[in-house]
């Protein structure tokens, strides 16, 4: 009697152990389907930087819990000053040397994390692009001399034609000889309308600096050291 006495305790305690870690994971369960997912809000990127330029990034989450949020930031290129908060500093990559590169595309991806393991991400693409890349791809095109001033004063002119790149120049005269070819480089400050130009021609040590205006039809370039103004009216975009 006492054996079986013995065994119906061990078996009663087995049963109430497997009743207690049932209830046990139960429990453990419950709160993990109580446990919901944070949701992002807004996800402040800008969609177009320049080069080497500093922004911020930032985001807005909600999580039904109120847990503490862990931040995870990565970008495909620049530089980030930090990667672990809701709102971070940003430095675009830096422009290369030669000044009109086209624009590229950076990823931006943010993953954020609350206590219960549970996730919420979001990513976005900047262009970041070349001032310089921009004004001198508006100004590329086949252009064609109309008018040519000294001093104020319209002077006969030979007529010729010039072609702009986002990299280089030519400049060719219908009757003489004359002929330039080599490049160009835009000075600060300067946009699509007017600015300052360094001409550095083929085969020639002295840079030549003019002063644009453009309208989208005439380009008016003018030297003060030979108090010249050219007038070109613009062709073509083949570049």
Request: proline content about 4%; hydrophobic content about 35%; charged content about 20%.
């Amino acid at each position: 009697m006492k054996s079986i006495k013995l065994k119906s305790d061990y078996c009663r305690t087995i049963i109430l152990f497997t009743i207690l870690v049932v209830l046990l994971n139960g429990c453990g369960q419950i709160e993990t389907l109580r446990n919901g997912a944070p949701k992002i809000n807004s996800f402040n990127v800008p969609e177009q930087v320049q080069y080497g330029e500093t922004v911020k990034f930032k985001v807005s989450v909600f999580d039904p819990e109120d847990d503490e949020l862990t931040y995870s930031w990565d970008v495909s290129g620049g530089i980030l000053k930090s990667d672990t908060a809701a709102e971070v500093e940003w430095i675009a990559p830096a422009l290369p040397e030669e000044e009109v590169v086209p624009p590229q595309t950076v990823t931006v991806h943010v993953s954020v994390r609350d206590d219960g393991e549970e996730q919420a991400s979001e990513s976005a693409t900047i262009i970041v692009s070349s001032k310089a890349y921009e004004v001198a791809n508006a100004l590329k095109g086949f252009y064609e001399l109309v008018r040519t001033q000294i001093n104020g004063e319209t002077v006969e002119s030979l007529g010729g034609t010039m072609r702009l790149t986002t990299t280089t120049f030519t400049r060719q005269f219908e009757e003489g000889t004359q002929f330039f070819s080599g490049s160009y480089q835009l000075v600060e400050p300067y946009n699509d309308k007017k600015g300052i130009i360094n001409w550095f021609p083929d085969g020639i040590l002295q840079l030549s600096v003019s002063t644009y205006t453009w309208d989208g039809k005439l380009l008016i370039i003018y030297s003060a050291p030979t108090s010249t103004t050219h007038v070109y009216e613009k062709k073509g975009d083949n570049s």
